[in-house]
């Protein structure tokens, strides 16, 4: 079984398209994050939630919004999508937020492609 | 700010040859540090981390790591490339704090010559 398991794997869509990305986590973890991986490789903090609270909310356009419905899942939903949206998404999940020694879990990522 | 620096975007070393990938940190409270391997079109996966216990840390696929205060540094070594250690490798550092955030270094792609 896939720990982080994130659907799709590749997204191609237009400009102007609204868009989602899946995260689920079967690993029990409380806390689950979004990374965005730009084309330098550069992986920046989206958003993370804690047992469905959302605790961080790092400098993102406000056309991305985060939805947790319970503590393993982890949904990225993405309005008027543009073509520096373009990037490799990555969920990923960690125990308690408070015990950061023990790292993360990544899903496999999923490229998205605005054309 | 907090921040994670590797050094050289890009290592090319030969096959059977030491790996040395360098990262150093900017904090003066010791982190939790991590090294992250990604290998093409994968997500990320944990080669080691260094949680103040021990300051010499070994980690999966014979890779280790020590930690220096003084250098505020954590370096990753390998003693001899194998050809599948070809991948792009992520220093990362998470500070004490309710989020678990963790701050990551540019990365470093890692050739490895036959």
């Known amino acids: 079984d896939t720990a982080v398991s994130q659907t799709p794997k590749y997204l191609v869509t237009q400009m102007g398209n609204d868009k989602s990305i899946k995260c689920e986590q079967n690993l029990g973890h409380d806390t689950m994050y979004w990374y965005k991986q730009d084309s330098k490789k550069f992986l920046k903090i989206m958003f993370s939630?804690?047992?469905?609270?959302?605790?961080i909310n790092e400098t993102v356009p406000n056309r991305f919004s985060p939805k947790s419905p319970d503590k393993a899942h982890l949904n990225l939903h993405i309005n008027s999508l543009e073509l520096g949206d373009s990037a490799v998404y990555f969920c990923?999940?960690?125990?308690?937020?408070?015990?950061?020694?023990?790292?993360?879990?990544f899903g496999s990522g999923t490229r998205l492609t605005v054309v | 700010a907090q921040s994670v620096t590797q050094l050289g975007s890009h290592v090319s070393v030969s096959e059977g040859a030491l790996v040395l990938l360098r990262c150093n940190y900017s904090?003066?409270?010791?982190?939790?540090l991590f090294w992250y391997v990604q290998y093409p079109n994968q997500g990320l996966q944990l080669l080691l981390k260094?949680?103040?216990?021990?300051?010499l840390v070994k980690g999966i696929n014979g890779f280790e790591a020590e930690f220096k205060k003084s250098e505020t540094s954590f370096h990753l070594t390998k003693p001899s490339a194998h050809m599948s250690d070809a991948a792009e490798y992520f220093c990362?550092?998470?500070?004490?704090?309710?989020?678990?955030?963790?701050?990551f270094g540019q990365g470093t792609t890692l050739q490895v010559k036959p």
């Open positions: 990362a550092v998470s500070y004490s704090s309710n989020t678990g955030k963790l701050i």
């Open positions: 990923a999940s960690s125990q308690d937020p408070a015990r950061t020694n023990y790292g993360y879990t």
């Open positions: 260094y949680t103040s216990a021990a300051t």
């Open positions: 904090s003066s409270v010791p982190p939790y």
């Open positions: 939630y804690n047992n469905k609270e959302l605790i």
